[in-house]
């Protein structure tokens, strides 16, 4: 079965990065694509950015175009989302995401989502 487990999560200060990782098993990592999204204490899962299974085209949601860089590779079957500049309102649970097609296909509330991974937790705070 579909197994995402994701990596990486800690403490950082205001200004700093963090590197998420998120192992991919139990489908065929290559022809899927991505993504991660978070939810901060008290409120919903939210999408935050999305990538072809290829790598060729990402998206990402507003808050974090700019700061965050989602990458894969497809040979290690692993996601990646390079966190810079982090602000404690990037402070919430971190989770990788299985798409169902080969391309990110947005939703209202984000994008096509079919499988969510367990999470890390990222704080940011001085």
């Known amino acids: 079965q579909v197994q995402l487990v994701e990596s990486g999560g800690g403490l950082a200060q205001p200004g700093g990065s963090l590197r998420l990782s998120c192992a991919a098993s139990?489908?065929?990592?290559?022809?899927?694509?991505m993504s991660w999204g978070r939810q901060a204490p008290g409120e919903e899962l939210e999408w935050i950015a999305g990538?072809?299974?290829?790598?060729?085209?990402?998206y990402y949601k507003d808050s974090v175009r700019g700061r965050f860089t989602i990458s894969r590779d497809n040979a290690k079957n692993t996601l990646y989302l390079q966190m810079n500049s982090l602000k404690p309102e990037d402070t919430a649970l971190y989770y990788c995401?299985?798409?169902?097609?080969?391309?990110?296909?947005?939703?209202?509330?984000?994008?096509?989502?079919?499988?969510w991974g367990q999470g890390t937790q990222v704080t940011v705070s001085s």
């Open positions: 995401g299985k798409n169902p097609k080969e391309i990110v296909i947005f939703t209202s509330s984000g994008a096509l989502v079919d499988n």
């Open positions: 990538i072809y299974s290829d790598g060729s085209n990402s």
């Open positions: 139990g489908f065929t990592f290559s022809k899927h694509a």
